[in-house]
């Protein structure tokens, strides 16, 4: 058996996903053991095809990508982000069509099999929208039992939204999935919105990193490039990666400086209130803690480990 930890990435390719993944591939104490792919960012036909398209760049083609769900299991979908990320997800650079195709088995039922390959030493890293994981857990609740540590990138814990007053885009997406995996797993690990902004980059620095002479970031570049232009003209100096600082923690644990865990629900009524993450601070509810809150993680190390993905030969 292998010592690396098996790490399943469930994601929606767009570009912050990109770079979250550039980072898992990079990482020596990790093996990629597949990509399940869900609709958010972009359609599902994009985003299984930018997942095919990194594992090329990478230089793994042996990592399976397995497409799942199309859309909220419930609702019709929200808007997408195809405003931020292109159209493609990947910028509208019109890069040339990845060489492999996609595996038959539907994400669900790999993240299914795969629990049991590694039972007890899986690594879930969720990025996207939680349609595809609460589907595998409406088949077969006793996922959670052989996942060694669940970490999701989603949620605003003091409600500052991104998609609406109080929702972040993962959530609000799809929040009927959101409340079936948050509350059927008794433990996991959050990174919110509200993290993300206070992990910034600035993009002069960015731009640096990714001037490097490697294939994986000449590619980063430009399909970050509309991403980037788009946070500088609306955020201001500093550019923003959800999904890599998730990616940082799921990674190298040690790195949190600051966490809290709390009882954590996700609302799925109401016209304002739908898809907020509601976080029990004081406790007040009796609930048992369920999630354990990113609120800081150490800078430097994040950002070492976004420039050396990006420059990995």
């Given at each position: ?123 879930l ?14 088949l ?14 989603g ?55 990714l ?34 600082l ?39 509810t ?28």
């Amino acid at each position: 058996m292998s010592e690396k930890i098996p790490l399943l990435i469930d994601t929606d390719p767009g570009v912050d996903d990109a770079l979250a993944l550039l980072m898992a591939f990079h990482s020596d104490a990790h093996d990629v053991v597949g990509l399940t792919i869900a609709a958010g960012n972009v359609g599902l036909e994009h985003t299984v095809r930018n997942a095919l398209k990194l594992r090329e760049v990478v230089g793994r083609p042996d990592v399976p990508v397995f497409p799942g769900c199309s859309g909220p299991l419930v609702h019709v979908p929200r808007e997408d982000a195809a405003h931020v990320h292109g159209r493609d997800g990947f910028g509208d650079i019109g890069y040339p069509e990845p060489a492999g195709t996609a595996a038959d088995e539907h994400a669900a039922l790999a993240i299914l099999r795969l629990s049991h390959e590694h039972a007890g030493r899986l690594l879930l890293v969720a990025l996207g929208p939680l349609t595809n994981l609460a589907l595998a857990l409406r088949l077969d609740p006793t996922l959670p039992q052989r996942v060694a540590r669940l970490v999701v990138m989603g949620g605003a814990v003091t409600a500052h939204g991104n998609i609406t007053p109080v929702a972040e885009f993962n959530i609000g997406f799809d929040p009927e999935s959101a409340h079936v995996v948050l509350s059927e797993f008794p433990r996991y690990d959050l990174a919110d919105w509200e993290a993300t902004i206070a992990h910034g980059f600035h993009h002069r620095r960015a731009e640096a990193w990714l001037a490097a002479d490697s294939p994986r970031a000449r590619f980063y570049e430009a399909i970050s490039r509309q991403t980037r232009l788009w946070s500088e003209d609306r955020r201001g100096e500093l550019w923003h990666s959800a999904d890599a600082l998730a990616m940082a923690w799921a990674l190298e644990p040690e790195g949190a400086l600051e966490q809290a865990e709390r009882p954590v629900a996700v609302e799925t009524e109401g016209r304002l209130a739908r898809g907020l993450t509601a976080v029990d601070w004081n406790r007040q509810t009796g609930a048992a803690d369920n999630a354990r809150i990113l609120l800081r993680y150490d800078q430097a190390r994040f950002e070492s480990r976004v420039e050396a993905a990006l420059a990995a030969a």
